[in-house]
C-alpha cells in the first residue's frame, strides 16, 4: 500500500510541475492523498501561476488544497478585477459570489452587468440580474417597467401582464395588459 502511495504521490508532482492540475487533481483523488502533503506542491503550483498573470488558476489551486487564504483572497481579486477591466462583468459578478469576495465587489460587478445589458437593450437580462443579485429596488423596476413597455409594443400582452404582477407595477400598466388581452 506504501508503494501505492509513493507512486501516487511521485505521478501528482509530476502533473503540478508540468502544469497539468486536472491531471494532477485526479491522481490525488485516484490515490486519495491527503491535502496536507500536497500543500507545498500546490503552494508553488499557485506561485508559479502568480507570476504568470493566471489568477483564476493560482485561486484555484489555493480553494483546492487548503492553502492559506489570504492568498486564494489575493488571487481571487486579481482575477476579479482582469474581469471586470475585460467588460466581463456578469462572469466576475459570479466570479466574486464563488470565490466569497467582499459584497461590495459582487454587487459592483451586478451593477456593471445591469448596466450593460441596459445599454444593450437586453431588459429581460437586466432584470434577471437585479434579481439574482438582489440589486436597488429602483434597478428592478427600471427593468420591470422597460421589459412591460417592450413587450406591450410587440403585442406580447400575456408577457406584459406577468412581468407588471411580478414586479408590482403600478395598477394603471395592469390594467392596461389586461385591457390588451380582452380585446
Do not use: W
Not at 1 to 29: C, H, Q, T
Not at 123 to 139: K, V, W
Amino acid at each position: 500500500m506504501n508503494n501505492n502511495f509513493d507512486d501516487g504521490l511521485r505521478r501528482f508532482k509530476e502533473k503540478m510541475s508540468v502544469g497539468a492540475f486536472k491531471e494532477a487533481a485526479k491522481i490525488k483523488s485516484d490515490y486519495n492523498l491527503p491535502n496536507d502533503i500536497l500543500q507545498v506542491a500546490g503552494k508553488e503550483a499557485y506561485e508559479k501561476c502568480m507570476k504568470e498573470g493566471d489568477y483564476s488558476i493560482a485561486a484555484d489551486l489555493a480553494k483546492q488544497y487548503d492553502l492559506p487564504a489570504e492568498m486564494r483572497n489575493d488571487a481571487a481579486m486579481r482575477s476579479f478585477r482582469r474581469k471586470i477591466g475585460a467588460e466581463f462583468f456578469m462572469a466576475a459578478a459570479e466570479y466574486a459570489r464563488e470565490f466569497n469576495l467582499p459584497n461590495e465587489a459582487v454587487q459592483e460587478a451586478a451593477i456593471q452587468a445591469f448596466n450593460k445589458s441596459m445599454s444593450f437593450g437586453l431588459i429581460n437580462n437586466a432584470a434577471e440580474i437585479a434579481e439574482e443579485f438582489d440589486l436597488p429596488e429602483s434597478m428592478k423596476m427600471e427593468a420591470a417597467t422597460k421589459s412591460f413597455e417592450q413587450h406591450m409594443n410587440a403585442g406580447l400582452y400575456r408577457k406584459a401582464l406577468r412581468i407588471a404582477t411580478k414586479y408590482k407595477l403600478p395598477d394603471e400598466m395592469i390594467n392596461e395588459a389586461r385591457k390588451r388581452i380582452s380585446k
